[in-house]
């Protein structure tokens, strides 16, 4: 197939483009700055909001697979949220115009969206799974931060900006994905490991919020998977069918470190740590749990579908590395 991966050079990315490659696609990378890729894999400069010579690469692609947008890793100011907000929706807005002009416009347009999206199960006094079709969004629960009701937005946003992109002819995907999970440097695993290897991977606030989390090899044969199936289209959940507990994800982590003491943390220290950290606690203490009911139903098979194993097979992979 010839993909086209805007936003292709961050981590999730690099994981992506690197396996679509091995399997002999044809891969372009879009992105703000130069560099050079992998080789076999083409690069192409673009801005995220205006259209360009880039558009030459989508028509006639067989697939766009929209990464694209600002990572989540960082404080979350008033500037940051912006930021988050204007790089997923113009760059999204951009693909579908893009897509929308093209005389050979691509059979699918996978589009990155978030499990954010769905509310935080604790604020709601339950804990119950959210599939794609019976799933509460979030935005309107009670006693959450003003900013966590922020990120649903921009997740609504996102979405709703490739569902009012005029591209009848080609399928559309919104892929809410969980934590991906991946042994390479700077990645949410790495931070995590650094907290379990240095004895701080204790609960947070407790430990009962969920976490959904995905392994990067089974984020890739899932959206291997969605670009040949035809009829699936709309959300579709990228998350493991294991969501747990915050406490029961790091108690795995430092067991497959070796046993790591794991000291707990309040909210506040976690307020402080983060604040150290320069990234923000939404991603530790907003519950989430996040099932995926329509790759299950469509006959989707994880290779990792438990934490403990991913977590083994993780560290094994950050130990090679």
Not at 175 to 182: E, F
Not at 232 to 242: F, I, K, S, T
Not at 250 to 278: D, I, K, Q
Not at 305 to 310: C, E, Q, V
């Amino acid at each position: 197939m010839k993909v086209v991966i805007p936003g292709g050079t961050g981590q999730v990315g690099g994981v992506l483009r690197r396996a679509l490659a091995a399997r002999g696609d044809e891969v372009t990378v879009l992105s703000r700055s130069p560099q050079q890729l992998e080789e076999g894999v083409r690069h192409v400069v673009w801005d995220g909001r205006t259209l360009g010579a880039w558009t030459d690469e989508v028509d006639g692609a067989d697939a766009v697979v929209n990464l694209a947008g600002r990572s989540v890793s960082c404080r979350y100011t008033d500037t940051n949220l912006r930021q988050m907000m204007d790089s997923r929706v113009e760059s999204t807005r951009a693909v579908g115009e893009a897509i929308s002009r093209a005389r050979n416009p691509p059979r699918t347009w996978l589009q990155m969206s978030t499990a954010t999206v769905y509310a935080d199960s604790r604020s709601r006094g339950d804990d119950r799974p959210h599939g794609e079709q019976d799933g509460i969004l979030g935005g309107e629960e009670p006693d959450v931060p003003l900013y966590w009701e922020y990120s649903v937005r921009i997740a609504r946003r996102w979405e709703e900006t490739q569902a009012r992109a005029a591209t009848p002819t080609t399928r559309r995907v919104a892929l809410r994905t969980a934590m991906v999970m991946t042994p390479d440097r700077g990645g949410i695993f790495d931070y995590l490991s650094w907290m379990a290897r240095l004895g701080l991977g204790g609960p947070v606030a407790g430990g009962r919020q969920y976490v959904s989390w995905i392994h990067g090899d089974d984020f890739v044969r899932a959206v291997q998977f969605l670009l040949g199936r035809e009829d699936l289209h709309g959300p579709v959940n990228l998350a493991a069918p294991g969501p747990v507990p915050q406490a029961e994800l790091m108690r795995s982590l430092r067991r497959a470190w070796g046993h790591r003491p794991g000291l707990p943390a309040t909210r506040l220290m976690a307020e402080v740590g983060a604040l150290v950290l320069r990234t923000d606690t939404e991603l530790l203490l907003k519950s989430r749990r996040v099932v995926p009911t329509r790759l299950l139903q469509a006959g989707f098979t994880f290779t990792h579908p438990r934490w403990r194993g991913a977590a083994i097979d993780l560290v094994d992979g950050a130990r090679r590395r």
